[in-house]
């Protein structure tokens, strides 16, 4: 079941094309990569989701049912531009941004309490947002982000800041969030964390959305059928059976054994490269090379700038 969906969004700021007929759709209880290259327009179509502008044309959906702004409460956005008052404590604040999401003075105090227990904070209560570092303020913001349990949480470079430590504390949060039950969008240039954490991904760029789907298939579909390949055996030998059919790319020997990296062409199979080799070669190892998320972004963008 979809939790959230937008259909065909179009938004024009005066002469500029911000989103051009997106649509996405976001399972419950997922995370959901929002990617594209800066001014692709994703911060565009996250503002139109939390209600902060209105698309000109196109719907928006929650629990599929049409978003309106009552449903606000039902969300938690982390911006990429922090916003916390600096002069205020760090307690006060907390609650009062809970308050705003709807709950209690008594239930955000329990629910924050909990939180800065769980990050190991609860000795920033009564200090101002000023003292503290930008990671520490990080720290808070997501925790006001997520204390009123919405059932959709968007996250806006959420890892922007924070030390190695401190980004895989938050990347296990965020997992546990997807298992209590929540549905996350984020939008990052990390493309590692796309890999670590996101079920499926869309990709703008220049207001058009290029891509969507579940993310192991949108690496599968940019693979270019390249092969890591050890073997013992006479190098002369085996670039004479690989022939026209298979581009060596790289060759290397040692005592240890014989590496070759290999891209087969025209239709060939993985079985077919095989049953080529072992004529004259012993295969120790044989791996295909999928392209990470970050070979996959460029050359998505970079294919869609050519078009």
């Known amino acids: 079941m979809e939790l959230f969906e937008a259909r065909n969004v179009n938004k024009v700021f005066a002469s500029t094309q911000a989103l051009t007929?997106?649509?996405?759709?976001?399972?419950?209880?997922?995370?959901?990569?929002?990617?594209?290259?800066?001014?692709?327009?994703?911060?565009?179509?996250?503002?139109?989701?939390?209600?902060?502008?209105?698309?000109d044309t196109g719907e928006i959906f929650l629990a599929g049912k049409q978003m309106t702004r009552a449903d606000i409460?039902?969300?938690?956005?982390?911006?990429?531009?922090?916003?916390?008052?600096?002069?205020?404590?760090?307690?006060?604040?907390?609650?009062?941004?809970?308050?705003?999401?709807?709950?209690?003075?008594?239930?955000?105090?329990?629910?924050?309490?909990?939180w800065f227990e769980k990050f190991d904070i609860m000795t920033w209560w009564n200090k101002k947002v000023e003292e503290l570092s930008k990671g520490m303020q990080q720290k808070v913001q997501f925790v006001t982000?997520?204390?009123?349990?919405?059932?959709?949480?968007?996250?806006?470079?959420?890892?922007?800041g924070f030390d190695p430590i401190n980004a895989n504390l938050l990347k296990s949060e965020i997992l546990?969030?997807?298992?209590?039950?929540?549905?996350?969008?984020?939008?990052?240039?990390?493309?590692?964390?796309?890999?670590?954490?996101?079920?499926?991904?869309?990709?703008?760029?220049?207001?058009?959305?290029?891509?969507?789907?579940p993310t192991d298939a949108i690496r599968e579909k940019y693979k270019s059928n390249i092969f890591d390949i050890s073997?013992?055996?006479?190098?002369?030998?085996?670039?004479?059976?690989?022939?026209?059919?298979?581009?060596?790319?790289?060759?290397?020997?040692?005592?240890?054994?014989n590496t070759l990296k290999v891209q087969y062409l025209n239709g060939n199979s993985n079985n077919d490269l095989i049953k080529a080799l072992m004529p004259v070669a012993e295969i120790r190892a044989f791996e295909e090379l999928i392209p990470s998320m970050n070979d996959v972004f460029i050359k998505a963008v970079e294919e869609a700038n050519r078009s």
């Open 73 to 114: 409460s039902k969300i938690g956005y982390l911006p990429e531009e922090r916003g916390l008052y600096k002069k205020m404590k760090i307690g006060e604040q907390a609650i009062y941004l809970a308050q705003l999401k709807g709950m209690s003075r008594g239930d955000a105090v329990r629910n924050l309490k909990l």
């Open 231 to 257: 073997y013992s055996g006479n190098y002369a030998e085996v670039d004479r059976v690989l022939g026209s059919q298979y581009k060596i790319i790289e060759h290397a020997e040692s005592e240890k054994g």
């Open 176 to 213: 546990k969030l997807r298992e209590d039950g929540a549905t996350i969008i984020f939008s990052t240039h990390n493309m590692g964390s796309v890999e670590e954490l996101c079920d499926n991904i869309a990709l703008i760029n220049k207001s058009v959305k290029i891509e969507d789907g």
């Open 21 to 55: 007929d997106v649509s996405i759709s976001v399972k419950e209880q997922s995370i959901f990569g929002l990617l594209g290259p800066n001014g692709a327009g994703k911060t565009t179509l996250i503002r139109i989701i939390n209600q902060i502008t209105a698309p």
């Open 145 to 160: 982000t997520v204390v009123h349990r919405p059932k959709l949480l968007i996250f806006d470079e959420p890892f922007s």
